[in-house]
């Protein structure tokens, strides 16, 4: 699973966004700075977390342990 490492990458993917749904893992070093870019952008993009079920259907679907998604 790719990594998102920094609010540029963040900043870059929103420019420029996939035809696709792209999952990346927040490197947890960056997690509240990327947190917070997210709820500061002003395009409309409206992000929340996921609740534990979300969260175990994604790792069923991605056919990981839920542990490796922080």
Known sequence: MAVLQSVDELEALLD?????????QVDP???GEVLQAIRSVDSGVRVREMNASEVSELARYLSVPIEELH
């Open 16 to 24: 420029d966004r996939p035809e696709e749904t792209r999952t990346y």
């Open 29 to 31: 070093n960056v997690a």
